[in-house]
């Protein structure tokens, strides 16, 4: 009798903690599987470049009011932005660097078709993270006939909402296929670009068109440009 209860007992004891045993193997399980699903995550942005895991992107809004800056451009003209804006509209154009061929194709048809553009009273500025002595190198490769700004602080890039951190890989790449450093190139530690975004700005500083795409093949034409130009102004 009292075997069989010990038995009985001993029994019903192991199914408990065997119970207990498999809900926290599963507990650490599915926690672990969570872990590697965080750690695994995919950068969707990795192909242009961007590290997400610094910050991405989101570019101004329309009917954002827009930072001022000032300085000398690479022309060694004086580009104060707020004081442009007092007597007419804005165009500010972002691009990465004269090792960009995407950049080059653009600011060349750019520069072919710009006096159409300031025709209507307005004022160009185009901004680059790079270097001014690399700016100028792409201002006479590209025949640029506007005002280029070498931002390679990043702080016209970061107030515009365009800047981000280069991924290892993408850095890597431009090394090999143009033997190019991009932070080099800007005069940095730390490799920093632009999404090639192009803003219109009215007088009044706000902003009236945004081309802002994570892909650095599409850029705004001069023809989409004065098109919304006549649409805003």
């Known amino acids: 009798m009292n075997k069989k209860y010990i038995l009985i007992l001993f029994l019903a004891?192991?199914?408990?903690f065997g119970c207990n045993s498999n809900k926290e193997a599963q507990?650490?399980?599915?926690?672990?599987?969570?872990g590697i699903d965080n750690s695994n995550k995919v950068n969707p942005y990795g192909k242009f470049g961007i590290d997400d895991s610094k910050g991405v992107p989101t570019g101004l809004a329309?009917?954002?009011?827009?930072?001022?800056?000032?300085?000398?451009?690479?022309?060694?003209?004086?580009?104060?932005?707020?004081?442009?804006?007092?007597?007419?509209?804005?165009?500010?154009?972002f691009y990465r660097g004269k090792w960009c061929p995407n950049c080059n194709r653009h600011i060349s048809n750019f520069s072919d078709s710009v006096k159409f553009i300031m025709a209507k009273g307005v004022h160009v500025i185009a901004?680059?993270?790079?270097?001014?002595?690399?700016?100028?190198?792409?201002?006479?490769?590209?025949?640029?006939?506007?005002?280029?700004?070498?931002?390679?602080?990043?702080n016209i890039m970061r107030a515009y909402k365009?800047?981000?951190?280069?991924?290892?890989?993408?850095q890597s790449k431009i090394q090999e296929s143009h033997n190019v450093s991009i932070a080099a190139n800007n005069g940095a530690d730390n490799a920093k670009l632009p999404v090639p975004a192009t803003?219109?700005?009215?007088?009044?500083?706000?902003?009236e068109y945004v081309h802002f795409d994570m892909d650095y093949k599409n850029r705004a034409s001069v023809k989409e440009i004065l098109k919304q130009l006549d649409a805003v102004l």
């Open 13 to 16: 004891l192991s199914l408990v």
């Open 27 to 34: 507990s650490e399980n599915s926690d672990s599987t969570v």
């Open 62 to 93: 329309v009917g954002d009011k827009v930072s001022g800056f000032a300085g000398r451009d690479i022309f060694r003209e004086t580009v104060d932005l707020y004081s442009i804006l007092k007597t007419k509209p804005v165009v500010i154009v």
């Open 127 to 154: 901004i680059t993270p790079e270097t001014i002595d690399n700016a100028k190198e792409f201002a006479k490769n590209t025949e640029a006939n506007f005002s280029i700004f070498s931002d390679p602080g990043g």
């Open 162 to 170: 365009v800047a981000f951190s280069v991924t290892e890989e993408y």
């Open 199 to 207: 803003y219109i700005i009215s007088k009044e500083g706000i902003v």
